[in-house]
């Protein structure tokens, strides 16, 4: 048996906030819009991961979704631009990564990161 994807639910009854976040700033495409359900994606090639954490690592919270991107910097401008609130970072942490937290518009706590 092999897991070929994980996907990430978020309850909600406000689907279309979902765009402005998921879609205008961090360029995912929407791959399915059933009215009560809309996926985002990317045809990038992803890994299957699923993390299990006591804390977040520097002493942050313990995000809901973390969120690899190929520019750190350039999606936190956007971010902002956008008028999301960054709640932790930008932050180079002692594990190579780059990486900054944010809320998305249902409260969840994202955490977008670039590898150095």
Same mark, same amino acid.
């Given at each position: ?24 700033? +961090?360029? +995912?495409?929407? +791959? ?12 990038? @090639? ?61 409260? @969840?706590?994202?955490?977008? +990161?670039?590898?150095?």
């Amino acid at each position: 048996m092999t897991v070929r994807r994980i996907v990430a639910n978020i309850a909600t009854k406000d689907i279309a906030a979902a765009k402005r976040f998921y879609q205008d700033v +961090l360029g +995912l495409d929407i +791959l399915m819009d059933q009215g009560w359900i809309a996926t985002y994606g990317s045809d990038e @090639r992803m890994q299957v991961q699923v993390s299990f954490m006591a804390e977040g690592g520097s002493g942050t919270p313990v995000p809901d979704i973390s969120i690899e991107v190929d520019d750190v910097d350039a999606t936190l401008a956007s971010m902002r631009k956008a008028g999301f609130a960054v709640e932790y970072g930008p932050a180079d942490e002692p594990w190579g990564v780059r990486r900054f937290y944010v809320r998305d518009p249902f409260g @969840r706590l994202v955490n977008i +990161l670039s590898h150095r």
